[in-house]
C-alpha cells in the first residue's frame, strides 16, 4: 500500500516556475514508478511525466519540466519553468509496480488526492 501526498502548488505568473512535490508512504517506495497528471478544466485528465529509474515526458511537453525522485526522501518532484497560462490544472501523482504502459492512467493503483496550479497572464 502506497499512500501519495501531493504539494507545492498555488498561483503565479506566466514565465514564474513551480516546483511539484509528491511525497511517499511505505517503505518499497523505490519498487514503485511515479507518474504525474494533470487535468485542466473541462478536459480529460492527460499524462505530464513519469519516472522509475529514467525520467519520461509527454512530448508536447518536454523541455520545461523536469521529473526526479528522491528514493531517501520518499518522494518525486516535478518543475515547472516558464510557466503558461494553459499550464492551469489539477496535477496528481500515482504509483504503480509496473513498468510499462506509464503513460497510460490505467497503469496505476494509487493516487494522490491533486494539487492545484493557476498561472495567470
Known amino acids: 500500500q502506497v499512500q501519495l501526498v501531493e504539494s507545492g502548488g498555488g498561483s503565479a505568473q506566466a514565465g514564474a516556475s513551480l516546483r511539484l512535490s509528491c511525497a511517499a508512504s511505505g517503505r518499497t517506495f523505490n519498487n514503485y514508478a511515479v507518474g504525474w497528471f494533470r487535468q485542466a478544466p473541462g478536459k480529460e485528465r492527460e499524462f505530464v511525466a513519469a519516472v522509475f529509474r529514467d525520467a519520461y515526458y509527454a512530448n508536447a511537453l518536454k523541455g520545461r519540466f523536469t521529473l526526479s525522485r528522491d528514493n531517501a526522501q520518499n518522494a518525486v518532484y516535478l518543475q515547472i519553468n516558464s510557466l503558461q497560462p494553459e499550464d492551469t490544472a489539477v496535477y496528481y501523482c500515482?504509483?504503480?509496480?509496473?513498468?510499462?504502459?506509464?503513460?497510460?492512467?490505467?497503469?496505476?493503483?494509487?493516487w494522490g488526492q491533486g494539487t492545484q496550479v493557476t498561472v495567470s497572464s
Open positions: 500515482a504509483a504503480t509496480t509496473q513498468r510499462n504502459g506509464l503513460g497510460s492512467e490505467s497503469t496505476y493503483d494509487y
